[in-house]
């Protein structure tokens, strides 16, 4: 795999910085391939790089030592994984995994320290980034305590939908249940609800979304502000000179 020229990046971190800050960082940059299920950040274990995702989507988990576990964020190509690194911060308890297949750009974690130092904007970015997945934590806690499971469900589709090329990715309803902390049962009650509705077509292993507007409507203030802080500091955000 080549690294990519930065007229061809798709990363939402990366593809904003100006030609010359992205040439700065390029000889650093190394691609991989991320097949689903892999694990990009061990829980305990020290961080060694910061994943720019191209395509694809991974999970940021939390678990408990007697096996319970659900999801806390979701990342793809507008976000990195690894984000700790950021704060100078050698591991975390949390675990990134894979949930859907792709590719990302990965930076060590030496070359990332000196691109902090060095390339105001690209510190600025990851900051601004590090706000708006904080809110995405969050609204996730949000959703969690205070909304309905079709609720839920509806704003992690939107998510999902949000980080996937097209309307179909792959998914089943024992992840699903995994990701937001409920009984498989309650899952694929809910999804035969919003199928029965129109907003999606579930066939095995797979969730299509057929209308995303309605689908939004489901999801009520669930979902949007996040995503809107994403767009105002970092899609229309200006960036040091």
Known sequence: MLVPSKRYVRNGLLSVLRSDDYAAIQSA????????????????QPLTHVYFLER???????????????????????????LPLLFDVDSTPHETFIQIEGEALRIGKAAFFRALEQIPAFRKVMLRYAHVFQLHMAYTALSHGSYTLEERLA?????????????????????????????????????????????IRARRSFIEIVNREKLRIVAGDSYGVPEAEYRRLITNGALPD
């Open 29 to 44: 940059i190394e691609p991989v391939a991320l097949g689903r299920k892999d694990v990009l950040v061990q829980p305990e």
């Open 56 to 82: 694809g989507v991974a999970s940021v988990v939390v678990g408990t030592p007697e096996g319970k576990r659900i999801e806390v964020g979701i990342v793809g190509h507008e976000g990195a994984a690894g």
């Open 155 to 199: 704003r992690w589709l939107l998510m999902c939908h949000d980080r996937v090329d097209g309307d179909e990715f792959p998914i089943t309803h024992e992840f699903l249940s995994i990701m937001l902390g409920v009984h498989r049962p309650g899952v694929t009650t809910t999804i035969h609800v919003l199928e029965g509705a129109g907003l």
